[in-house]
């Protein structure tokens, strides 16, 4: 709801300085800090499980992403590319439990649109973001 002035900044302070309002911005920051309590949870399980050997769990993330069927099932649902959401929390647990690119790594294996690189048992994991966003891994 935009006031006369149409001013929504001012409209958005004043809603949120309302109970309901409170109440609702609580309710939805609560809820983003859970999920981000599970994800990290999540995140040292797979510690638990992996350390830092995790070869073996990214080429089964590899491979799955890479076959024909696990493609040709997401085109065929009309996206453009196939989702790949295990090579971001890949990403995660390489920026959690592995270390930052140096700068020399970065320059060599890094491009225009990597924003963030780590490495982690032989791997680097390259956050690339343009205008979407892809998560690279590669054998160094």
């Known amino acids: 709801m935009v006031d006369k002035t149409g001013n929504m900044l001012a409209d958005l302070k004043a809603y949120l300085e309302t109970p309901e309002g409170l109440a609702n911005a609580k309710e939805f920051f609560g809820k983003a800090a859970l999920k981000d309590e599970i994800y990290q949870s999540q995140l040292d399980r797979a510690y638990e499980k ?25 085109l065929k649902k009309g996206y453009y590319e196939a989702p790949e959401p295990l090579k971001f929390f890949l990403c995660d647990y390489a920026s959690k439990f592995g270390r930052a690119a140096t700068q020399r790594e970065f320059n060599k294996y890094g491009n225009t649109f990597s924003a963030d690189m780590f490495i982690l048992d032989g791997y680097v994991f390259n956050l690339m973001i343009g205008q979407g966003s892809v998560v690279q891994i590669f054998k160094k």
């Open 50 to 74: 992996f350390g830092e050997s995790i070869s073996e769990l990214v080429n089964k993330v590899l491979t799955k992403y890479d076959s024909k069927e696990y493609i040709a099932r997401w």
